[in-house]
């Protein structure tokens, strides 16, 4: 079956420790999302990436990170600089193109930083 | 910049009902896309409908429609025939066809199925 995988589904860590959130796809899709969720708000985006190798900053991208070395993956790096990095992170991916393609989005990270 | 707003932070709706969901946006464009996303309690992001811009004729999913008023700016979701697998937060997207695919988010609305 095709889709987006994000592991693990729960992350726990200490303030001041950077973490790496995984998100794999297996839609030969071009562009991969960001996004960060907090409570009674839309999703925010944090970086997005539309071929291998090329990624822009989204509205909240600061302490943040990410690469695009494969096009399959697009893993989201917290860091230390983050202020509130405690939220729900989710990643998505879409064709690209002239066209009203949908994004499909991951089961999401829940991430808690104490 | 494009805004997009769900002024109806929770509606609820009778088993079997139908309710409708309000969404609004602000842009200069004519070209652009709009879409109805859901998110159960497993918080799992669906797509339930999408509209065009430039088709007049609304969308339609069984039982989700929605009525596209383009000069108006609004893109309202109806959900006919409420069932309780419905329960969820629904959130109105817009994208520009101009754009690097970002989608311009609301807020979402928390619609409750009562049995």
């Known amino acids: 079956d095709g889709g987006i995988t994000q592991s693990p589904k729960y992350l726990f860590r200490k303030e001041g420790q950077n973490v790496t959130l995984s998100c794999e796809q297996n839609?030969?899709?071009?562009?991969m999302y960001w996004y960060r969720q907090d409570p009674g708000q839309g999703l925010r985006l944090i970086y997005y990436?539309?071929?291998?190798?090329?990624?822009q900053k989204g509205d909240i991208a600061e302490g943040y990170s990410v690469s695009r070395e494969k096009k399959e993956s697009f893993p989201l790096t917290v860091t230390s600089a983050q202020k509130n990095p405690t939220a729900f992170y989710l990643c998505?991916?879409?064709?690209?193109?002239?066209?009203?393609?949908?994004?499909?989005f991951g089961p999401g990270t829940r991430l808690t930083v104490t | 910049a494009q805004t997009v707003t769900q002024s109806q932070p929770e509606m609820s709706v009778q088993e079997a009902e139908t309710v409708t969901l309000s969404c609004t946006y602000d842009?200069?464009?004519?070209?652009?896309?709009l879409f109805w996303y859901k998110q159960p309690p497993s918080r799992q992001m669906i797509l339930v409908i999408r509209?065009?811009?430039?088709k007049q004729q609304n969308a339609t999913e069984n039982r989700f429609s929605v009525n596209f008023q383009k000069a108006a700016k609004s893109f309202s979701l109806k959900i006919s025939d409420s069932q309780l697998g419905d329960a969820a937060m629904y959130f109105c997207?817009?994208?520009?066809?101009?754009?690097?695919?970002?989608?311009?988010w609301g807020a979402g609305t928390k619609l409750i199925i009562k049995p």
């Open positions: 998505a991916s879409s064709r690209t193109g002239e066209s009203s393609y949908e994004q499909y």
């Open positions: 839609l030969n899709h071009d562009a």
């Open positions: 990436s539309q071929i291998v190798n090329d990624f």
């Open positions: 842009t200069s464009e004519s070209d652009y896309y």
């Open positions: 509209q065009e811009a430039y």
């Open positions: 997207a817009y994208r520009s066809a101009n754009s690097n695919y970002q989608l311009i």
